[in-house]
């Protein structure tokens, strides 16, 4: 059987890391980002603990393995949290709390084989991770926004000149760009990989976009 400490060295352990490698993919302005990974990391932890339990508790008492029911809240659970995720515009939003969710699973198992100590830790983490952190990731950490910017527009180097000139006054930074001509070949669709130091001024860029002259369209593509 775990000792408490080992219980709390193990979550705890779970939610560094994955604040480690959240806090990365957050600076770079990803969708997943710093509260997200750490609720993955302790609520993967917690359900490993709690299968540990299980087999702990039930050796040599049922021929049966029952971690295979959590087995199946797992994946349940995966197909709910995905429900709980949506695109609105150029932005994700819903993956915290489809992480949230996954937290919560591992709770009710947790709770239900009589893993407390974990539970009531694991509870703790997750609330100082969306209450704290939350406030943390808007005060202190700088965030670079990655965008596609799709624009029909007439061929001509002096086009791609302007476009790219609307796009500066706003401090992004052209990462790539891919030409596809149309059929008429009288224009072309341009996708634009840009880094925007904010999302502030998404609907300016298209609005600028949109009036150069000669540009037929221009929207915000996947990332």
């Known amino acids: 059987m775990l000792s408490n400490w080992q219980i709390l060295w193990r979550l705890l352990l779970a939610a560094v890391f994955g604040g480690l490698i959240g806090f990365e993919r957050e ?23 709690t299968s540990i339990h299980i087999f702990d508790v039930y050796s040599g008492k049922a021929p049966c393995d029952p971690g295979r029911i959590a087995a199946g809240v797992v994946t349940g659970i995966g197909f709910l949290g995905a429900g709980t995720i949506m695109r609105s515009r150029a932005s994700i939003r819903g993956l915290t709390t489809a992480a949230s969710l996954w937290v919560v699973s591992g709770l009710g198992l947790a709770v239900g084989s009589g893993l407390y100590f974990a539970s009531v830790v694991t509870t703790g983490i997750t609330l100082i991770t969306l209450l704290v952190f939350s406030r943390i990731e808007q005060a202190h950490i700088r965030r670079d926004w990655y965008r596609v910017l799709v624009v029909e527009s007439r061929t001509g180097a002096d086009q791609l000149k302007r476009i790219r000139e609307a796009i500066a006054n706003y401090d992004a930074q052209v990462k790539d760009f891919e030409v596809e001509k149309t059929d008429d070949a009288s224009s072309a669709v341009l996708h634009i990989s840009l880094k925007l130091i904010d999302e502030k001024h998404l609907d300016d860029i298209i609005s600028d976009i949109k009036g150069i002259d000669g540009v037929k369209s221009a929207r915000w593509g996947m990332a």
Request: a positive charge.
């Open 27 to 49: 600076f770079h302005g990803r969708a997943a980002g710093f509260r997200t990974h750490i609720l993955v990391g302790i609520g993967s932890t917690l359900i490993m603990l």
